[in-house]
């Protein structure tokens, strides 16, 4: 997949059709995987990501309305909530808790159509 330096550039590219949402995502799982090595990430939602890479694919091939942050593909450190998701700020007290809520911030993310990866 072609570099992109700016979100801008990704919507662009989304808008004209030259890459997908899902495309995007793949990627970034890709270069997840590429670099396991590094521990960056606790857990990835590749399903999730996938899912919600799909809806906004299909919103903007519709016309529907979408979020300012669509095609921004983002990791949540393990101190943020995230409804449904588990947090445990590398403690062993909170190992197995899965939060009830979404974090303001997350859920302001989610709501302008960014994607928790």
Same mark, same amino acid.
């Given at each position: 997949?072609? $570099? !992109?330096?700016?979100?801008? =550039? &990704? ?22 995987? /590429? ?10 939602? $590749? ?9 906004? /694919?299909? #919103?903007?091939? %519709? ?6 942050? !669509?095609?921004?593909?983002?990791? *949540? #450190? ?5 409804? =449904?998701?588990?947090? %445990? ?9 899965? +939060?009830? !809520? +979404? %974090? ?6 989610? $709501?302008? =159509?960014? &994607? *928790?990866?």
């Amino acid at each position: 997949m072609q $570099e !992109y330096n700016r979100l801008r =550039d &990704i919507q662009s590219a989304l808008q004209e059709g030259t890459i997908t949402c899902r495309e995007v995502v793949e990627d970034y799982l890709a270069r997840i995987r /590429d670099h396991q090595a590094l521990n960056a990430f606790i857990e990835v939602y $590749e399903e999730e990501a996938l899912q919600r890479a799909d809806t906004i /694919d299909q #919103k903007i091939a %519709s016309g529907e309305s979408i979020g300012r942050l !669509y095609g921004l593909i983002m990791g *949540v #450190k393990d101190v943020i909530c995230q409804q =449904d998701h588990h947090v %445990s700020a590398s403690s062993a007290i909170l190992e197995g808790f899965t +939060s009830l !809520y +979404s %974090s303001t911030a997350v859920a302001r993310l989610l $709501e302008e =159509d960014a &994607i *928790v990866i």
